[in-house]
């Protein structure tokens, strides 16, 4: 069975008139007398009650024509919901990003969005990890800007590796540390470390487990947060050191140092992620913004 036998039912329902249905539906007497006894067939039931001078649903019919008129409304309904959503135009991205690893990147990215899609407007939010994963499944986020992840947490999203960080140590000036050129993991491993929440950040835990594995010790957390602001302040007060991404550089001046980690550790590779199926013309405009900032 398919929509144009229903067609054919209900105008031949409505009509009393296999003539008449048939200029209704521009097509042949004939071959609509034929859907219709061939829709009765598989249905295994009488629609019509047909004499010579008239044509009249049995109750059985009277029941199907309810159903019918109901199954060809609701396909109406979906093929405009999808028509009008091809035509309907994103006029603002939401987008997800980390600010202490996007300062640098994302400026010159929004710079060059801006020229290509002046009349789209770019909604930031600043959010975790899993904040932005749990956004983009949503559909609340159309893209976001955060560490590269695993590819369990990456499934169903594609991802565009954007560029590295190296990993680093910030501290504040007056720490003793701080005048060393190179800090060995194995002086970082009896240090008080401020750490982001491992709730929100499970990466970064999982990454500052495989750093002090190579000094054999499990890393001294003494404070845990939830933004960056949060853990800079904890950091400048002298609570403990962080381990950072040289990016962090441009927010905190000269209020903390950064130094290099001897032997350097995995760099973090951040990059944009958006749901596998690109459909907004300024979607791919932003990404390509971002693959092509340079």
Known sequence: ME???????????EEENVTRAATRLHVSQPPLSRQIQDLEAELGVKLFARTAKSIRLTDAGRVFYQEARELLRRADEAVATVRSMG???????HVGYA???????????????????PEVKVSLHDLTTEQ?????????????????TSASSLRGLTFHDLVTHQVCVAMHPSHPLARRR???IEELAGER?????????????????????????????SEEHDSVTSLIAAVESGRGVAIVTESLTC?????????????????FCIG??????????????FVNALLDRE
Do not use: C, W
């Open 99 to 117: 600010p202490s690893l996007t300062v640098e990147l994302l400026p010159k990215a929004l710079r060059a969005f801006q020229e290509r899609a």
């Open 251 to 267: 927010m905190v001046g000269q209020r903390l140092v950064l130094k290099p980690i001897s032997p350097p550790p995995q760099p």
């Open 272 to 285: 944009v992620a958006t749901r596998k199926t690109l459909d907004q013309p300024a979607l791919v405009a």
């Open 132 to 148: 932005m994963l749990s956004g983009l499944r949503d559909q609340k986020l159309h893209a976001a800007l955060l560490v590269k």
């Open 182 to 184: 190179r800090i060995p």
């Open 3 to 13: 929509l144009r036998h229903l067609k054919y039912f209900v105008a031949v329902a």
């Open 87 to 93: 035509a309907r135009k994103v006029t603002e991205l």
């Open 193 to 221: 470390l401020i750490a982001y929440s491992k709730t929100d950040y499970p990466e970064y835990h999982e990454s500052l487990k495989t750093l002090f594995g190579r000094a054999k010790r499990n890393p001294l957390i």
